[in-house]
């Protein structure tokens, strides 16, 4: 089955460290997303890659990491210099090409809570 | 800079009731796309429909339909008949051609159908 995976499902962070959330996809797709979403409040941009070793910052980036080291991987690391981390997570993907452009494909999400 | 405006935070209507849901938007694109993404309580969104800026045609997928009017900037969404197992958070989204694939998501409109 194809999809986007993300791992754990729920994190718990202590004061000053850093964790990181998995994202993996086997759609074979070029771009991929992370988002924060908190309660009542809409999907915000963390950071985004359109291809494999490279990757944007999006609205809200400071405080977070990441890389894109394999097509199929964009894990994100939450650094202890995010000092309001507790948030619900979503990882997700799209194709390039206009037929499917833009359209994207979400992960189940992590839930990040501090300790 | 784009914006997605869902003004109604939450709905709550009884079963086999028709229920319409809000989205306002802004851009400067000429070409942009549009979209509608549904998050049931498991918490990963589901892509509803993608429509883009020259196809201004409504469509209808069962019991769902949308209407997109450039002249007010809306893309509504409406559910006929609803069903228990509509109720979920919907989110509006829209995408400029220009900025690589990135969306921008209004903060949602929780609906709540009762039996």
């Known amino acids: 089955d194809g999809g986007i995976t993300q791992s754990p499902k729920y994190l718990f962070r202590k004061e000053g460290q850093n964790v990181t959330l998995s994202c993996e996809q086997n759609l074979n797709h070029d771009a991929m997303y992370w988002y924060r979403q908190d309660p009542g409040q809409g999907l915000r941009l963390i950071y985004y890659?359109?291809?494999?070793?490279?990757?944007q910052k999006g609205d809200i980036a400071e405080g977070y990491s990441v890389s894109r080291e394999k097509k199929e991987s964009f894990p994100l690391t939450v650094t202890s210099a995010q000092k309001n981390p507790t948030a619900f997570y979503l990882c997700a993907s799209s194709i390039r090409g206009e037929l499917a452009k833009n359209i994207q494909y979400f992960g189940a999400g992590t839930r990040l809570s501090v300790l | 800079a784009q914006k997605v405006t869902q003004a109604q935070t939450e709905i709550s209507v009884v079963e086999k009731e028709d229920v319409t849901l809000d989205c306002v938007y802004e851009t400067r694109d000429t070409t942009y796309y549009l979209f509608w993404y549904k998050q049931p309580p498991s918490g990963e969104l589901v892509f509803l429909i993608r429509?883009?800026?020259?196809?201004?045609q409504n469509e209808i997928s069962g019991r769902y339909s949308w209407n997109f009017q450039k002249s007010t900037s809306s893309f509504n969404f409406t559910i006929t008949a609803s069903q228990v197992v509509d109720s979920a958070v919907y989110f509006c989204a829209l995408s400029e051609n220009t900025n690589a694939g990135k969306s921008t998501f209004g903060d949602g409109t929780t609906l709540t159908v009762k039996p």
């Open positions: 429509r883009n800026s020259f196809d201004e």
């Open positions: 890659s359109q291809i494999v070793n490279d990757f």
